[in-house]
């Protein structure tokens, strides 16, 4: 299986910067996909941002031009720099990755949340 490990939330004041970080670890395992999801208090939860592993990204247009997705293929790890931060942003975020042990069919897995918190 897939173990995934998101660091870096936190509470930040409105305007602020925060680095997020997922790192995904197992044996024999293979990534494709990797995503950053959030869910406010009483909504869904919804797409931030992609990133396939040949490094193509997708971003909701919420964070469009504030927000940038990366992945460190060697590290099994993937980023989420998060400027100009807005109240709107507070959520949990969750990483989410596309992939699995090399002898199992591709499938998702989940981190357990991480929360970012805005606010003055």
């Known amino acids: 299986q897939v173990q995934l490990v998101e660091s870096g939330g936190g509470l930040v004041q409105p305007g602020g910067s925060l680095r997020l970080s997922c790192r995904a670890s197992g044996s024999m395992f293979r990534i494709n996909a990797m995503g950053w999801y959030r869910q406010a208090p009483g909504k869904q939860r919804d797409l931030v941002a992609t990133?396939?592993?040949?490094?193509?990204?997708n971003y909701a247009d919420s964070v469009k031009g504030r927000f940038t997705i990366s992945r460190d293929n060697a590290k099994n790890t993937m980023y989420l720099q998060m400027n100009s931060l807005k109240p709107e942003d507070t959520a949990v975020y969750f990483c989410?990755?596309?992939?699995?042990?090399?002898?199992?069919?591709?499938?998702?897995?989940w981190g357990q949340g991480t929360q970012v918190t805005v606010s003055s």
């Open positions: 990133i396939t592993n040949s490094g193509s990204t």
């Open positions: 989410k990755v596309q992939g699995g042990p090399v002898y199992l069919p591709v499938r998702d897995y």
